[in-house]
């Protein structure tokens, strides 16, 4: 049993894999200080009571632009949205107005409890998308990791698309891991919140992961994109050369990789070439 354990606690440690998480995560912090600095933005703008529920906003050179909400990873229990602005720069650049979304972390707070937040506070940018610089009907949400689950579970939001990496689409795995001892998940509350087990978004859905991540993230991956297409929602699936878990989001604010360009394709008014 200890085996078991330990293997699935491998399979769902990033950092068993990632070339140097650590330098990569204080980039995070080091880029997103630097967004703050340089870039036009509103700090602490609240989507809820919950002192949790506040968001980041660096709106767009353009009026009338679209929208990328960024929900940030950490295992649900790690990191925040102040270290979550880093891919602000780019994007603006591209376009879009950014968004970076707070929703607390366990143990203080439960999963259900964040899915409810990370909920609330995209509904808030669909309903104030044009006081934010947007457009209603260009709203995306993207996540990485605890984020892209969180995104996932908000899917039959009327959104424009999702753009999910390195995510946990099912849940039951988490159950017996480490990861579980902040969460507490039951096998209720691990399937309720399994967005394999949930009715499909009805929105183009971009999956990404990383070259250098566990098996688990890339068999998580292959299966959701599979239960998509078998659903009929439309859904591109990226294996990004050269990446790990940890620095695979930096492409999410740099059209020259392939990921950003497939972000900066599908934010495109149709029929634009």
């Known amino acids: 049993m200890t085996s ?11 950092s068993t894999v990632a070339r140097d998480a650590p330098v990569t995560l204080a980039r995070y912090r080091l880029r997103s200080q630097a967004a703050r600095r340089d870039l036009v933005h509103h700090a602490d703008l609240r989507y809820g009571s919950h002192p949790a529920e506040v968001l980041h906003h660096f709106p767009p050179r353009r009026p009338g632009s679209p929208l990328l909400i960024f929900i940030h990873g950490g295992h649900w229990q790690e990191s925040s949205k102040e270290d979550a602005c880093f ?41 104030h998308a044009e006081e934010l610089g947007g457009r209603p009907d260009a709203v995306f949400a993207a996540g990485s990791s605890a984020g892209a689950h969180l995104a996932a579970m908000a899917a039959d939001l009327p959104l424009a698309g999702l753009f999910l990496l390195s995510g946990l689409y099912d849940l039951s ?13 039951t096998a209720e509350e691990a399937a309720r ?14 999956l990404a992961v990383g070259e250098h991540e566990t098996r688990e993230y890339h068999g998580q991956q292959r299966r959701y994109a599979a239960a998509l297409r078998l659903a009929a929602t439309p859904v591109t699936e990226l294996v990004v050369a050269g990446r790990d878990h940890f620095d695979l989001p930096f492409d999410l604010g740099d059209p020259a990789t392939v990921l950003g360009a497939a972000v900066v394709r599908a934010a495109q008014p149709k029929g634009a070439p």
């Open 4 to 14: 078991v354990r330990t293997e699935l606690d491998r399979q769902l440690s990033p």
């Open 173 to 185: 795995p988490v159950i017996g891991s480490y990861v579980n001892n902040a969460l507490g998940l």
């Open 193 to 206: 919140l399994s967005p394999m087990l949930r009715p499909p978004p009805a929105v183009p859905v971009l």
């Open 87 to 127: 891919p602000a720069p780019g994007l603006i650049a591209a376009g879009f107005g950014y968004l970076a979304l707070g929703y607390g972390l366990a143990p203080q707070r439960s999963l259900p409890e964040m899915t409810a937040s990370v909920r609330r506070g995209l509904t808030w940018v669909l309903d």
